[in-house]
């Protein structure tokens, strides 16, 4: 069946470092994969998608790459601060629906440290 | 601002007491979906409407129903909450492949 596993449940980083989150997926073959944040009792917040051509995607502090042999994504934010403690979660469309139903990872916090 | 909003953000109910809860949108997306969400677990897709064409995943339980009445509103019914059913539920809007999320609401089954 269809996996996504985010490498650990929790990060914890100093101010100023860079901070780096893995989704892993098996059995799958996505055309895109998207990454959102979430905070403490809100919904997910979209932050960015990359296509299964594209090997990196930029937005001000964040960059994701997307690797289809290795069957995963990387997702760093720089220069991380306090601001960006929240859990980020990764998705894959879900191949069996119609539509564009996804499956999410469990998610991993990260918590930044001023 | 256009927005998915959900009503209410707490919602308790007694076992087994039926419970409806509402979702909204203002940005006329023609997908919307129901998610359950359980503590540090991942949201867990219910189903999805595209247009007026229902979704049902496979594993929802029957005790699980949508309706969506026209573009903008989104019911989730709940028939016979159990006490597993505690969660928070999300709605999200899509015309593309990125999906909006409201605020959720907070089921708690007592």
């Known amino acids: 069946s269809q996996k996504i596993e985010q490498n650990s449940e929790a990060l914890n980083i100093q101010e100023g470092k860079t901070a780096t989150l893995t989704c892993n997926y098996t059995?799958?073959?996505?055309?895109?994969l998207q990454w959102y944040r979430q905070d403490p009792g809100r919904g997910p917040v979209f932050l960015l998608l990359?296509?299964?051509?594209?090997k990196e995607k930029r937005k001000e502090r964040l960059k994701v790459t997307f690797d289809t042999t290795l069957k995963q994504s990387l997702f760093h934010i720089t220069a991380s601060q306090p601001a960006d403690s929240a859990t980020y979660l990764c998705?894959?469309?879900?191949?069996?629906?119609?539509?564009?139903?996804?499956?999410f990872g469990k998610g991993t916090t990260l918590s930044v440290s001023s | 601002d256009a927005m998915v909003i959900q009503n209410p953000r707490y919602q308790v109910t007694q076992f087994g007491k039926p419970v409806t809860l509402s979702c909204s949108q203002t940005?006329?997306?023609?997908?919307m979906y129901w998610y359950q969400q359980k503590s540090s677990q991942a949201p867990k897709l219910l189903f999805h409407?595209?247009?007026?064409?229902?979704?049902n995943e496979a594993d929802t339980p029957d005790n699980f129903q949508s309706r969506r009445p026209n573009t903008s509103f989104c019911f989730l019914d709940i028939r016979s909450p159990g006490l597993g059913d505690a969660a928070m539920y999300l709605c999200?809007?899509?015309?593309?492949?990125?999906?909006?999320f409201g605020p959720g609401t907070r089921l708690t089954v007592t």
């Open positions: 999200a809007t899509s015309r593309a492949n990125e999906q909006y």
């Open positions: 059995n799958y073959s996505p055309a895109y």
């Open positions: 990359i296509r299964e051509n594209e």
């Open positions: 998705a894959l469309e879900n191949n069996n629906q119609a539509g564009t139903a996804l499956i």
């Open positions: 940005l006329n997306h023609n997908v």
């Open positions: 409407y595209y247009d007026k064409d229902f979704n």
